[in-house]
C-alpha cells in the first residue's frame, strides 16, 4: 500500500529556511517520480517542482534559485529545502508521486507539474512566513 507522509512544516520568519521530507512507503527504489505542489489561502493547488526517476528536476520560475528538491532513493524520503522564504510562500504544502510519468514523455515542466498526472498525495504540511 502506498503512503505518503510529509513533515518538517511549520513557522517560519521571511528570509529564513524550513526542509520539507516526504517518506514515500509502497515504492521501492528509483521507480517514481515524485513532486511538491501547494496551496495558499484562497488559491489554487500549485505545482513548484518535481524529481523524475533518472534525476531530472523542474521548478516553477516563482521558487526556482531558492527551492531544491532532491530524493534518497535508499530511505525513499524526497525533500524540499526552501531557503529565502517569502510570506507569499506560506501554503499548505503536498508531497505527489507517480509510477508512470517517464522522463522522456515530455520536456515541458507544466507537464511534470499538473497534478492530474500524480495518483498519490500526502496529506500535507503547512507552511507559514510571517514576522
Known amino acids: 500500500q502506498v503512503q505518503l507522509v510529509e513533515s518538517g512544516g511549520g513557522l517560519v520568519q521571511p528570509g529564513g529556511s524550513l526542509r520539507l521530507s516526504c517518506a514515500a512507503s509502497?515504492?521501492?527504489?528509483?521507480?517514481?517520480?515524485a513532486a511538491w505542489f501547494r496551496r495558499a489561502p484562497g488559491k489554487e493547488r500549485d505545482g513548484i517542482s518535481c524529481?523524475?526517476?533518472?534525476?531530472?528536476?523542474y521548478y516553477r520560475d516563482y521558487v526556482r534559485d531558492r527551492f531544491t528538491i532532491s530524493r534518497d532513493n535508499a530511505k525513499n524520503t524526497v525533500y524540499l529545502e526552501m531557503t529565502d522564504l517569502k510570506p507569499e510562500d506560506t501554503a499548505v504544502y503536498y508531497c505527489?508521486?507517480?509510477?508512470?510519468?517517464?522522463?522522456?514523455?515530455?520536456?515541458?515542466?507544466?507537464?511534470?507539474?499538473?497534478?492530474?498526472?500524480?495518483?498519490?498525495w500526502g496529506q500535507g504540511a503547512q507552511v507559514t512566513v510571517s514576522a
Open positions: 524529481i523524475l526517476r533518472d534525476g531530472t528536476t
Open positions: 509502497g515504492f521501492t527504489g528509483d521507480n517514481y517520480a
Open positions: 505527489a508521486a507517480d509510477r508512470g510519468l517517464p522522463p522522456t514523455a515530455s520536456s515541458d515542466s507544466f507537464y511534470y507539474l499538473d497534478y492530474l498526472k500524480y495518483h498519490y
